[in-house]
C-alpha cells in the first residue's frame, strides 16, 4: 500500500500534517520511509522514517476431562481446546499430551482435527501414552477443539498437563492442565440368618426348621461397581428349598 499527497501548499514557516492508520496484519519490525518532499519552488533532500513493531498474540490452550472422577476400567472424554486470539490466522498449529502413568488413551475415539492437522496417539516401550495435533490451521480470532477418550487403567489421582501451542506464526506461553480422579469400588457383604420356620417350636434352630439367610452387597466408594459376582455355598448338613432363592439385582443361578 502507498499513502500519496499532491497539490499541497504550505505557508512561509508553516507546516501541514498528514495522519492515516496502519494496521499489523503480520509479526515482525517494520521500518517504513518517505519520500523526499517536492514542490514547485524547490525539492527536499531528507526522508522521514520510523519502525513499527508488530506483535501477535500466542495461542492459548486449555483441556478438560468430562468427569472429575470415575471408577478403574471406565473411560471419560478429554476435550483440548486451542484458542487464537490475534487477528491473524494461525498455520502449522501443533501440540501434544502425554498422560501420567495410570491412565491411557482409548483408540477410535479422535474427533476433530483443528483445520485439517494430522492427529494420532503413540505409545512407546516404557513411556506413557501421547496424543499429538500438527499440521493444524485456525481462523483469526477462532478456536478449535479436539476430543478424546482416556481410560483409568490405575486408582489414583492424575493432573494432566498439555505442552503449549505452537505454529508457524506465534507460539503460545502457557499450558493446558487438568485433573482426573480414579477409584476402585468399595464392595462390602453382609450374611445374617433367621429361624423362617421353626417346626419343634423351641425357638432354637433344629433339625426340620427352615432357616432363611440374608446377603446383603454393598458398594460403600464413590464409583460404581458394575459386573459384580460372588457365590455362597450352603452347609452340608442343609438342603435349599428350592424356588427360594431372590435377588433385587442381577440373575442367582
Request: aromatic letters at 4%; a negative charge; proline letters at 2%.
Amino acid at each position: 500500500d502507498t499513502l500519496s499527497l499532491s497539490g499541497g501548499s504550505i505557508a512561509a514557516s508553516g507546516s501541514c500534517a498528514v495522519t492515516v492508520t496502519v494496521s499489523g496484519d503480520v509479526a515482525g519490525n517494520y521500518t517504513n520511509t518517505t519520500s523526499v518532499v517536492g514542490s514547485d519552488q524547490v525539492t527536499g533532500t531528507t526522508t522521514g522514517s520510523d519502525t513499527l513493531e508488530v506483535t501477535i498474540a500466542g495461542p492459548t490452550i486449555a483441556k478438560s476431562f468430562a468427569d472429575s472422577l470415575i471408577g478403574t476400567g471406565e473411560t471419560t472424554t478429554l476435550t483440548i481446546t486451542v484458542t487464537n486470539a490475534a487477528a491473524t490466522a494461525l498455520s502449522n498449529v501443533a501440540y501434544t499430551d502425554q498422560l501420567p502413568s495410570g491412565l491411557s488413551f482409548v483408540g477410535g475415539t479422535i474427533v476433530g482435527n483443528c483445520g485439517g492437522g494430522t492427529t494420532g496417539i503413540t505409545t512407546t516401550t516404557n513411556t506413557n501414552d501421547t496424543f499429538s495435533l500438527s499440521g493444524g490451521a485456525i481462523a483469526a480470532s477462532g478456536n478449535c477443539s479436539i476430543t478424546v477418550d482416556v481410560s483409568g487403567d490405575v486408582a489414583g489421582s492424575y493432573t494432566n498437563t498439555t505442552s503449549v501451542a505452537t505454529s508457524d506464526e506465534v507460539n503460545g506461553t502457557t499450558t493446558g492442565s487438568d485433573t482426573l480422579d480414579v477409584e476402585d469400588a468399595t464392595i462390602e457383604v453382609t450374611k445374617v440368618d433367621a429361624l423362617a420356620v421353626d417346626a419343634d417350636l423351641n425357638s432354637t434352630p433344629s433339625p426340620g426348621d427352615t432357616l432363611e439367610y440374608t446377603i446383603v452387597i454393598s458398594n460403600t466408594g464413590n464409583v460404581a461397581a458394575d459386573s459384580v459376582v460372588f457365590s455362597d455355598t450352603p452347609d452340608p448338613t442343609t438342603t435349599l428349598v428350592v424356588g427360594s432363592v431372590t435377588t433385587s439385582q442381577g440373575l442367582v443361578t
